[in-house]
C-alpha cells in the first residue's frame, strides 16, 4: 500500500471518528432521556420526586421522618447514604446531590413473596459524574466491599457488594441517568427495556400531567392497578386474592400529586377506568356517585368500610342469577323485588376485633327508601322458606333470621360474600343489615343505641368533611380499629413487618380512598377524579383549624387566644420563615412555611424575653425561657437532653440570653433573675463560678450582651443609673469598668464586634438624648447629642435585629419619634394613648428599611417604609406587642405576621 493511500485512509478515519463524535454530541446525548420510558412495565407505583430538600423538611414537619426512619427499606437507604457521606467526607452529600432533581422510584414484584426499589437519578453535570467516580473508587478500595463491571447487552453493568453477606447495589448508567437497585435482576430488566424504544412509556396515559410543576405538591405518584392483587399477595393470604381483583377492576392505572399538609397526607388526581370485558369499572359505569349518609349507622369499632354509592344496585353482579338450586327458584322473583327496593348506597363493613385469632365481624348495610316495603318483603321471604318470624329485641330494633344462605350476595352481589348459611337481618330507620350471626348484629345495635356511631365522634365528622361528598366507590379504614384484621389477613412472613412498624401504621388512623366518575363518562377519555386521604384527628388546644388564604395572605385560627408576639425562624430551603407563637394556655406552637401548625408543646408559665438558636443533635433547636425554668427544643418540639433546667424557687426569670460555645467548653446561658441578680449556666446545668448570681446594684436596664471577643468572655451588663459593667467568665471585671455614660439609660446597646477589646465598641443612648460609643478597654470613643430631651422624654436604642445598624426612638407622652444615628429625625407621630409603644427597626438591605410602631391599647401597629410613610395607609390590627416582618427577594415583597386573638395572620405588602 502506497503511502499516500495510507496517509488518505487515516485521514478518513479521522473524519469519520470527528463526524460520529459531533453526531453524538449533537443528536444523541443531547437528546433527553425520559425516566418514564426506562421504568419495567411491571412497575406496581412509581414515585416521582424533585425538590428532595423541601420533601425531607416536610416530613419532618408532619413528624413522619421519625417513623419512615423504623422501616426496613428506608433504614438501608439511610445506612447506605452514611456510608456515601463517610467516604465522601462530608455531610448531607446524597441529599445536596439529589437536589432538585427528578428522581424516580418505582416498586416491582420480584417473587412470589418480596418486592424491590428501583430508583432513577439524573447525573447533571461533570463534577457529578465525578462525584461518583469517586465514590465507587472509593468503595473498590475498602477491604469490606467488591466493586464489579460487567457487559450485559450491550450496556455495563456494576455490581458493589459486600464481601461477607454479598448485600449491595446494582448500578447502570445510561446516558447520565443513573438506574439504581439492590436487584440486580431489576436493572437487567431496564436494559431489555432500551432494545424496544418503540413500546409506551409506563406514564404515556399521562404524558401532559406533572402535578410537580405546582408548588404545593410534594412528591408524584403513578399507580399500576392491574399489579396490585399481584403486589398485595405478597403480603395477604391467598383467600383474599379474588376479592382484591374485583375492588382493583374498577381502573388500570391513575396519576396522584401528594401534599403533606399538617395533619394529614393528600393525594389527588385522575384514575383511567379498567376496560377489560368483566371489571367492575364496566359493572357500575352510568351510575352517577351518591353521598355517603349512612355515618349514624357506622359504629365507632369500624375497622374497614367499601362503600357503594350507587343508584341502581341491580347493577352490581348477583350470585343468584347463575345458581340452578331449588331454592333460587323459588325465591327468586322475591330476591328481585328487594334488591328493587334498595338504593342509593349500600356497604361491607369490618368491625374491630380484640385479637388477631379472632374472626373480624361483618356488616353488609343497605340503603332502603321504602322501609316498610323491604320489611314486608322480608316477612314474605321467611314465610316462603319456612324460618320462623321469631325474633331477638336489642333497644327499639329487631334482630330476624334472613332464611337464604349468602342471603346479601343473593340481593347486592360478589363483594358480599361470607355470611354462611343461616345469616340475620335487622332494620335501623332506612337501612337494612345483614350479619353473620346474632351476635354480630347485637354488638352493632348496641353501639346505634348508645349512639357510638360516627355522627357522634367530632373526629370522624371533621374527617369525613375533608372527604368527597360525593363518589362511587369509597374504601375507609381505622388504622387503630384495623390492627388486629391486618394481622390475621397477612401472611405468617409479614406480620413481623407491621408489628415493626406499627408507629408508622398507626401514625394517621384515618384514610379514605375514592373514586369519583367523571360527568361524560361517555367520552372515551373520561377519568375518575381519584383522592387518598391519610389523616390523624386535630386534637387538643394545641392545634389550629384550616387556613383561610386570600389574595392578601394567610389566616390561621386557634383554639385559645395567642399570648405572644410571632417569632420568625429561618427554614432552609423555604421562601418563607415558620413561626414561633405561645397561646394564654401557656401552649407553645410551631407554625411552618406552609402556615400549618407542625408541634405544639406546653409550657409551665409564659414566655420571657426573646427565642434563640442552639444545636440540638446537629440542627438548631429553640433556646426560651420562663419564669421557673430554661427549655431547649430540637426542632420537632422536643427538649434537649438534661432540659428544662430548673431556677432556685426564689428566682423569676427575666431574661435570656445565649453565649456562643468556646471550643469544647458549652455555650453559657445568662439568665436575668430580676432586680439586679445575673446567674450564668452552661447547657448541662452546672453555674459559673462567681454567678450564683451576680448581685449588681441597679436594676438592669436591658438584658445584658453575651460576647466572645479573642476567645475571651465577655458580659456586659448595663444598668438603670447610667453604669456600664463588664464581666469575665470567673464573674470579674474588665479593666476601666464600670463606666458611667452621665445619664440614666432604659435600652440595651448596639454592638460593633472587633477582634480585640479595645476595637470592639457598643452604642448607647442615654435619656438626656446623648449617644456615647465606648470600647472594651473602658474608653469613651465618641458622645454627640441625637435629639433635645425635657424631663417626659424616654430615649431608646433600637437595633436591627441582624446588627445591620439602629435608630433611636423619642416617647414624649403620646408623641414618638425616629431618628437615625446621625441625629436625622426619620418620622414623627402622636397617638391617642401616652403608655410606652414598643418600636422595631427592620433593615433588608439596599435601602429597604422599616420601622413599626405597636400601640397597645388600641391594639395597632404603624409600619412606615424607608420614607416615613404609614404602609397602607392605615394601621394593622395586632394585638401582640411586637409583629414578625419577612422580605422575600425573588418576588419583592414584604410578609407581615401579626397576631389578633385567636389568628396568626399573614399578609402580603408591597412597599416602593
Known amino acids: 500500500m502506497s503511502q499516500k493511500l495510507l496517509v488518505f485512509l487515516a485521514g478518513l478515519l479521522l473524519v469519520s471518528a470527528l463526524g460520529s463524535y459531533l453526531y453524538y454530541r449533537r443528536s444523541v446525548a443531547r437528546t433527553p432521556v425520559d425516566p418514564w420510558a426506562l421504568v419495567p412495565d411491571d412497575a406496581v407505583l412509581v414515585a416521582a420526586t424533585r425538590d428532595h430538600p423541601t420533601l425531607v423538611r416536610h416530613l419532618k414537619e408532619t413528624q413522619i421522618w421519625d417513623n419512615l426512619t423504623g422501616v426496613r427499606y428506608f433504614q438501608q437507604v439511610e445506612e447506605n447514604s452514611a456510608l456515601i457521606d463517610s467516604i465522601a467526607g462530608s455531610p448531607s452529600v446524597v441529599l445536596r446531590f439529589l437536589g432538585t432533581k427528578l428522581v424516580l422510584t418505582s416498586v416491582h414484584v420480584t417473587g412470589p413473596g418480596t418486592f424491590d426499589l428501583l430508583f432513577q437519578v439524573p447525573i447533571a453535570t461533570v463534577r457529578e459524574y465525578r462525584q461518583l467516580r469517586g465514590l465507587v473508587n472509593g468503595l473498590g478500595q475498602d477491604a469490606r466491599y467488591r466493586v464489579a463491571t460487567r457487559e450485559y447487552r450491550g450496556q455495563q453493568i456494576t455490581d458493589v457488594r459486600q464481601r461477607g453477606t454479598g448485600h449491595g447495589i446494582t448500578f447502570l448508567n445510561?446516558?447520565?441517568?443513573?438506574?439504581?437497585?439492590?436487584?440486580?435482576?431489576?436493572?437487567?430488566?431496564?436494559?431489555?427495556r432500551l432494545e424496544q424504544p418503540e413500546l409506551p412509556s409506563i406514564a404515556a396515559d399521562f404524558k401532559n400531567t406533572d402535578y410537580l410543576q405546582h408548588k404545593d405538591v410534594d412528591a408524584m405518584l403513578l399507580l399500576n392497578y392491574r399489579q396490585f392483587p399481584r403486589f398485595l399477595g405478597v403480603f395477604f393470604r391467598p383467600k383474599l386474592r379474588p376479592s382484591l381483583e374485583s375492588i382493583t377492576g374498577l381502573s388500570r392505572n391513575g396519576l396522584l400529586g401528594m401534599k403533606l399538609v399538617g395533619n394529614k397526607i393528600l393525594f389527588n388526581g385522575f384514575t383511567n377506568p379498567e376496560t377489560t370485558r368483566d371489571a367492575l369499572h364496566q359493572r357500575l359505569r352510568g351510575q352517577p356517585a351518591q353521598r355517603l349518609r349512612m355515618a349514624d349507622v357506622l359504629p365507632l369499632r369500624t375497622a374497614l368500610l367499601l362503600h357503594l354509592g350507587l343508584r341502581d344496585m341491580a347493577t352490581l353482579p348477583v350470585a343468584r342469577r347463575v345458581a340452578a338450586d331449588t331454592l333460587a327458584a323459588r325465591t327468586g322473583a322475591l330476591l328481585d323485588s328487594l334488591t328493587a327496593s334498595f338504593s342509593r348506597e349500600a356497604a361491607v363493613c369490618y368491625l374491630g376485633s380484640s385479637s388477631p385469632r379472632q374472626v373480624p365481624a361483618k356488616l353488609a348495610?343497605?340503603?332502603?327508601?321504602?322501609?316498610?316495603?323491604?320489611?314486608?318483603?322480608?316477612?314474605?321471604?321467611?314465610?316462603?322458606?319456612?324460618?320462623?318470624?321469631?325474633?331477638?329485641?336489642?333497644?327499639?330494633?329487631?334482630?330476624?333470621?334472613?332464611?337464604?344462605?349468602?342471603?346479601?350476595?343473593?340481593?347486592?352481589?360478589?363483594?358480599?360474600?361470607?355470611?354462611?348459611?343461616?345469616?340475620?337481618?335487622?332494620?335501623?330507620?332506612?337501612?337494612?343489615a345483614f350479619g353473620k350471626d346474632a351476635a354480630t348484629l347485637r354488638t352493632w345495635l348496641d353501639d346505634v343505641v348508645g349512639k357510638d356511631t360516627w355522627t357522634t365522634s367530632p373526629a370522624q365528622v371533621a374527617f369525613l368533611q375533608e372527604t368527597q361528598p360525593l363518589a362511587r366507590v369509597s374504601l375507609i379504614m381505622d388504622t387503630r380499629n384495623s390492627w388486629n384484621v391486618l394481622l390475621r389477613a397477612l401472611v405468617e412472613e409479614r406480620r413481623a413487618d407491621l408489628l415493626r412498624n406499627e408507629a408508622l401504621f398507626k401514625r394517621f388512623p384515618q384514610l379514605a380512598l375514592q373514586f369519583v366518575p367523571p360527568t361524560n363518562e361517555a367520552d372515551p377519555d373520561?377519568?375518575?377524579?381519584?383522592?387518598?386521604?391519610?389523616?390523624?384527628?386535630?386534637?387538643?388546644?394545641?392545634?389550629?383549624?384550616?387556613?383561610?388564604?386570600?389574595?392578601?395572605?394567610?389566616?390561621?385560627?386557634?383554639?385559645?387566644?395567642?399570648?405572644?408576639?410571632?417569632?420568625?425562624?429561618?427554614?432552609?430551603g423555604a421562601r418563607l420563615p415558620g413561626a414561633l407563637v405561645q397561646d394564654k394556655a401557656q401552649v407553645l406552637h410551631y407554625v411552618t412555611p406552609d402556615n400549618v401548625v407542625a408541634w405544639s408543646d406546653t409550657l409551665p408559665g409564659p414566655l420571657v424575653g426573646s427565642i434563640s438558636r442552639l444545636p440540638v443533635g446537629g440542627n438548631l433547636g429553640y433556646l426560651l425561657a420562663t419564669p421557673t425554668q430554661l427549655h431547649?427544643?430540637?426542632?420537632?418540639?422536643?427538649?434537649?437532653?438534661?432540659?428544662?433546667?430548673?431556677?432556685?424557687?426564689?428566682?423569676?426569670?427575666?431574661?435570656?440570653?445565649?453565649?456562643?460555645g468556646i471550643g469544647k467548653t458549652p455555650p453559657g446561658l445568662l439568665v436575668g433573675g430580676g432586680g439586679g441578680n445575673l446567674f450564668l449556666f452552661d447547657t448541662n446545668g452546672r453555674a459559673f463560678p462567681g454567678w450564683q448570681p451576680?448581685?449588681?446594684?441597679?436594676?438592669?436596664?436591658?438584658?445584658?450582651?453575651?460576647?466572645?471577643?479573642?476567645?475571651?468572655?465577655?458580659?456586659?451588663?448595663?444598668?438603670?443609673?447610667?453604669?456600664?459593667?463588664?464581666?469575665?467568665q470567673q464573674g470579674n471585671l474588665y479593666p476601666g469598668f464600670p463606666l458611667s455614660v452621665g445619664a440614666r439609660l432604659n435600652t440595651g446597646a448596639f454592638v460593633e464586634a472587633g477582634t480585640t477589646l479595645?476595637?470592639?465598641?457598643?452604642?448607647?443612648?442615654?435619656?438626656?438624648g446623648e449617644r456615647i460609643t465606648f470600647s472594651l478597654g473602658g474608653d469613651v470613643v465618641s458622645r454627640g447629642r441625637i435629639a433635645t430631651w425635657n424631663r417626659n422624654s424616654v430615649f431608646r436604642l433600637v437595633p436591627e435585629l441582624a446588627g445591620r445598624g439602629y435608630v433611636v426612638a423619642r416617647e414624649e407622652g403620646g408623641r414618638v419619634s425616629i431618628f437615625d444615628p446621625s441625629g436625622r429625625q426619620l418620622l414623627t407621630q402622636n397617638f391617642l394613648t401616652s403608655g410606652r409603644k414598643p418600636v422595631q427597626y427592620f433593615d433588608f438591605g439596599a435601602g429597604r428599611r422599616v420601622v413599626v410602631i405597636t400601640e397597645p391599647a388600641p391594639h395597632r401597629a404603624y409600619i412606615y417604609d424607608a420614607q416615613g410613610r404609614l404602609v397602607g395607609g392605615q394601621p394593622f390590627v395586632s394585638t401582640a406587642p411586637e409583629v414578625g416582618l419577612h422580605y422575600e427577594t425573588v418576588t419583592g415583597t414584604y410578609y407581615l405576621f401579626r397576631t389578633v386573638d385567636t389568628e396568626l395572620r399573614r399578609t402580603d405588602l408591597k412597599m416602593n
Open 174 to 192: 445510561y446516558r447520565n441517568q443513573l438506574i439504581i437497585s439492590t436487584n440486580a435482576g431489576l436493572v437487567e430488566s431496564v436494559v431489555r
Open 632 to 660: 431547649l427544643l430540637d426542632p420537632q418540639g422536643r427538649s434537649a437532653p438534661n432540659f428544662p433546667l430548673n431556677l432556685p424557687d426564689t428566682v423569676r426569670a427575666s431574661s435570656l440570653t445565649a453565649g456562643p
Open 365 to 432: 348495610l343497605v340503603y332502603c327508601p321504602s322501609p316498610t316495603r323491604t320489611a314486608t318483603l322480608l316477612g314474605q321471604l321467611r314465610r316462603l322458606t319456612g324460618t320462623s318470624p321469631s325474633f331477638e329485641r336489642v333497644g327499639p330494633y329487631r334482630i330476624y333470621q334472613g332464611g337464604v344462605p349468602e342471603l346479601p350476595s343473593r340481593l347486592l352481589g360478589g363483594f358480599f360474600t361470607g355470611f354462611d348459611e343461616a345469616p340475620v337481618v335487622a332494620q335501623v330507620g332506612d337501612y337494612l
Open 526 to 572: 373520561a377519568q375518575y377524579y381519584t383522592q387518598l386521604l391519610l389523616r390523624h384527628p386535630a386534637v387538643g388546644p394545641a392545634v389550629a383549624s384550616p387556613q383561610g388564604a386570600n389574595d392578601t395572605g394567610g389566616l390561621l385560627t386557634f383554639k385559645t387566644p395567642l399570648a405572644s408576639s410571632p417569632t420568625l425562624i429561618s427554614v432552609q
Open 758 to 768: 479595645g476595637r470592639t465598641r457598643l452604642t448607647v443612648v442615654n435619656q438626656h
Open 694 to 728: 451576680k448581685r449588681l446594684d441597679f436594676n438592669l436596664a436591658a438584658p445584658p450582651h453575651y460576647l466572645v471577643v479573642g476567645g475571651r468572655t465577655v458580659i456586659v451588663a448595663l444598668l438603670e443609673n447610667g453604669y456600664v459593667y463588664a464581666y469575665n
